[in-house]
């Protein structure tokens, strides 16, 4: 456009004929996918949890928690479940059916003793932090949600 007809028409005029939009959408058409692909999404859940009740049946539940003293520990080769007043039982990990015995042996005990809902998870320095979430679930869902951790040297 010559510099004179630039001079007659205004300002504004100039400006919208010059842009082009195309480029911008096209980079948004592009961009805005990749930002959705590399998000990252979180799995909230809620752990329901219960308030205290009776002092009697709070005592009960403690005294029943410190008799029992269940504890699982996962060592490279199996799963050893012990207790005060229980059998030991150790379940070899290489077996593909170990995970769904040790529920077994998990609700077996939560059914026997209802008061008692914790057990102690053992482990080792060297074991995977899969294996130790794993038993965690095992025991969460076998009716023992109160779960802790120890690791042995």
Known sequence: MPARDRRRRGFREVVADDVD???L???????????LVSAV?????????????DEASQ????????????SVTISASSYVVEGNGL?????????????????GVLAGVA????ENRDVMIVSQADTRYE?????MDISREA????ASLLAAN
């Open 131 to 135: 294996d130790i979430v794993r038993v």
């Open 59 to 70: 005592a009960r539940a403690e005294q029943a928690r410190l008799d029992l003293s269940l």
């Open 143 to 146: 009716g023992l949600p109160g």
């Open 111 to 114: 059914g026997k003793y209802p």
């Open 21 to 23: 939009l195309m480029p």
């Open 87 to 103: 059998e030991r039982i150790s379940l070899e990990r290489s077996d593909p059916g170990a995970a769904a015995r040790l529920a």
């Open 41 to 53: 999404f979180l799995n909230i859940t809620v752990i329901e949890m219960k308030a205290p009740g």
């Open 25 to 35: 959408m096209n980079l948004f058409v592009a961009l805005i996918p990749m930002l």
